[in-house]
């Protein structure tokens, strides 16, 4: 963290502090003792008293520049030598000890001592617990606050910055000051003391504030320099003055205290956030690429955070002969996964990944391919029956992230995914193609799927049932010999830029693009049913369906109707591949892109990322 500031002169703790001489000078060679050591002695400083005599505070007019020198004030009081004993018996007089705050610098030398933790001087008549004098509190008698120093109260310093705006020859006490600077009681009147916003002077004369609290102007900036209220930037560390305000803005960028830049992102690696550049604020994580790059970068989606990049929670896999790896199966690695842990589990090499993995209880784990593979890696599934299973099973409030996985050939007639009790399960681009069973099972369980391929599949492509709750975005998902590509049972279900299809080669199936039985939940948006056969496409009662295409009439707002499939429409349908070639031509403006949607289609290409018409389905032809 970087060190607080003091706030009351807006100075880092590591600032060098000025030089302090034990002898004051009033100018160039000309020593002046401190007054109680004599008053014999006095040289007058070169050019009018007003020039040379400041205010008892920092004058306005050099709030930019170094501050004014205090000792010269001394000058003034022993040119009214004849009224020197008078003023050192007002008030509350303070001790002789030279290293008291009140002999020297008032304010300013306890804010050198103590960096903004005993920023008021005071007299005896207060309690210090350094005995020099320097106390938390701006004293509330006048007499006994000592904030110029040089053994002059509050009031004293006071009546030295008025009489510095006469004529050089001092005024008589009865007559009133017309000097800029404001008498400390008229500070302290009903009529308070107002900014002027153009200047930053009080419109008294007086100082603008001593403090932050008194900077409530936002257009101007919260914090107190030089008796000036100022934004960050305008303090000599901007950066210690956001820190000392709390909080987590601890950056300060354009005048503005903010938590993070693209540059500067530490403050949101604390909480495992992700820095938002256009607000500069941390907010949580909605994309595993906004965690970083490199092999160990994922969020958790459902919490908003990073994995942790620690070494014991990134467990790198490799099934290659002579692999350098820590683990050589997957489901070695997982044993390492305790309760209440998360963990990112790595795939390297060029063997496929052929097991059976489970994933059960308070756990959380993004599996994803090394970066350093070339081609494809799979992870299939060989053994069947007793032996067998599904590829994975997630369940008992499990939680698992698929990135970038092929999930293929599993031999089981189980599904290749499996979701139950409690389970959450994202799925990204990649694809459960080719397997022996159902591609992905949902069973009282949270299943999103983003940009992947769900394709031939024996058993089918998805199921959600128990009060599961389905996302697909950007999805290709077809069907199998009369089973239906995507049923939904007693759940909720949101489809959005999804092409289903019914199964794919024989024309006399039953197989449909979505089914949904029981009491169900479904919203489905921009996407494109089609089935080769001659029955619905689309058997979902109660579903609310927009912008989207089918073959036959789907009742809602905005749905177009193609007419019968051709399989030309697809650029091999026969096999899967239901990327787009030339389709019916409603296709290409049924959909409607709204704020929000994906901003890319199943391949990552462009979606017009502007309200407006778009493709219906998740492929977006590069050649409409």
Not at 22 to 43: I, Q, V
Not at 274 to 289: G, K
Not at 371 to 395: H, I
């Amino acid at each position: 963290m970087l060190p607080p500031v003091d706030q009351h002169e807006g100075r880092s703790p590591n600032h060098e502090r000025r030089a302090r001489p034990d002898r004051w000078h009033a100018g160039d060679g000309d020593e002046l003792k401190h007054p109680l050591e004599s008053t014999e002695r006095f040289t007058q400083s070169e050019g009018p008293l007003e020039e040379t005599v400041r205010a008892g505070r920092r004058s306005r007019s050099s709030a930019a520049a170094s501050p004014v020198a205090r000792p010269l004030r001394v000058q003034q009081l022993r040119w009214a030598s004849s009224t020197l004993a008078s003023v050192l018996t007002l008030g509350c007089t303070s001790t002789s000890n030279d290293d008291h705050c009140s002999w020297r610098e008032g304010d300013e030398t306890c804010d050198d001592r103590y960096h903004g933790a005993r920023p008021f001087c005071g007299g005896d008549c207060v309690d210090s617990r350094g005995q020099d004098g320097c106390v938390e509190s701006r004293p509330a008698d006048n007499a006994c606050y000592y904030p110029c120093g040089h053994d002059m109260n509050a009031a004293q310093c006071s009546g030295v910055a008025n009489e510095s705006t006469g004529d050089g020859m001092g005024s008589d006490e009865d007559e009133p000051s017309t000097g800029a600077a404001t008498d400390e009681s008229t500070a302290t009147s009903d009529e308070p003391a107002t900014s002027d916003a153009a200047s930053g002077e009080s419109t008294t004369g007086g100082p603008e504030c001593m403090e932050n609290s008194e900077c409530t102007d936002s257009a101007v900036g919260p914090f107190c320099f030089d008796e000036a209220c100022v934004p960050c930037s305008g303090t000599l560390d901007g950066n210690a003055s956001c820190t000392s305000l709390g909080g987590t803005r601890n950056l300060c960028i354009d005048n503005v205290c903010v938590e993070c830049t693209a540059e500067r992102p530490e403050a949101c690696l604390v909480a495992r956030h992700v820095c938002d550049i256009a607000s500069s604020t941390c907010v949580p994580c909605t994309a595993h690429e906004q965690c970083g790059t490199g092999d160990e970068a994922a969020c958790h989606i459902e919490a908003g955070t990073c994995f942790s990049t620690d070494p014991d929670s990134v467990l790198d896999v490799d099934t290659t002969e002579n692999a350098v790896t820590e683990f050589t199966s997957i489901e070695d690695a997982l044993l390492e996964v305790s309760e209440g842990e998360q963990a990112v589990v790595v795939l390297h090499g060029t063997t496929n990944f052929d097991e059976a993995c489970t994933l059960s209880g308070n756990r959380v784990v993004a599996f994803k391919l090394s970066d350093e593979v070339l081609g494809e890696l799979l992870w299939v599934q060989t053994q069947s029956n007793e032996n067998g299973g599904p590829t994975l099973s997630v369940s008992d409030g499990a939680t698992a992230y698929l990135i970038g996985l092929h999930l293929r050939g599993n031999l089981d007639n189980s599904a290749a995914v499996v979701a139950a009790n409690g389970a959450t399960v994202h799925i990204e681009d990649g694809d459960i193609s080719d397997n022996t069973g159902l591609a992905l099972s949902a069973d009282n369980a949270r299943v999103v799927v983003d940009r992947t391929f769900i394709t031939n599949n024996d058993g089918g492509g998805i199921t959600a049932t128990g009060g599961s709750t389905l996302t697909l975005r950007n999805v290709f998902v077809n069907g199998a010999v009369d089973i239906d590509a995507i049923t939904i049972t007693d759940s909720t279900a949101i489809l959005l830029y999804v092409t289903a299809a019914g199964q794919l080669t024989n024309f006399d199936n039953q197989s449909r693009a979505l089914f949904c039985q029981g009491t169900t939940n479904v919203t489905v948006r921009n996407s494109l049913f089609v089935a080769a056969n001659g029955n619905p496409e689309f058997d979902c009662l109660g579903a609310t369906v927009t912008t989207s295409a089918a073959e036959g009439v789907i009742a809602g707002t905005g749905n177009v109707e193609l007419g019968p499939l051709a399989e030309t429409w697809f650029q091999e349908f026969n096999t899967g591949n239901l990327h787009l070639d030339e389709p019916a031509p409603g296709v290409f403006t049924a959909a409607q892109w709204q704020d929000g949607d994906p901003l890319t289609d199943i391949d990552g290409d462009t979606r017009p990322n502007t309200p407006g018409p778009d493709v219906a389905g998740a492929d977006v032809p590069l050649s409409p």
